[in-house]
């Protein structure tokens, strides 16, 4: 499965950006749990949230817990990151990834644990 990341930009401190990550190569898209990850400049990269095949669960770090939600739309084979009060320590390029399971969210916080990756978008916030 090949994916592309979208939405990033500019925003200011306190706004609002929508990323979207958009599957292609293969049908069975509701097979895949799907994350969102991010790197800032000089940081390692970082989980920040998952959902699940169902879109039923999701898992999100506490950086991020209460402003941002996942969502996922599989009839467009792509899934949403809503972010929200965003701090200028959301600036990174954010990642998403997927790996095919039906396994629950909680056991997959690491990149190691994803097979397919999508070039990054950049969100800067500032101040």
């Known amino acids: 499965v090949q994916l592309q990341a979208s939405g990033g930009g500019l925003v200011q401190a306190g706004g609002s950006l929508r990323l979207s990550c958009a599957a292609s190569g293969d049908t069975f898209f509701s097979d895949y749990l799907v994350a969102w990850f991010r790197q800032a400049p000089g940081k390692e990269r970082e989980f920040v949230a998952n959902i699940n095949c169902s879109g039923s669960s999701s898992i999100y770090a506490d950086s991020v817990r209460g402003r941002c939600a996942m969502s996922r739309d599989d009839a467009r084979n792509t899934v949403y990151l809503q972010m929200n009060s965003l701090k200028s320590e959301d600036t990174a390029v954010y990642y998403c990834?997927?790996?095919?399971?039906?396994?629950?969210?909680?056991?997959?916080?690491?990149?190691?644990?994803?097979?397919?990756w999508g070039p990054g978008t950049q969100v800067t916030v500032s101040s």
């Open positions: 990834a997927a790996r095919r399971t039906r396994n629950s969210p909680s056991f997959y916080f690491s990149d190691r644990g994803f097979d397919y």
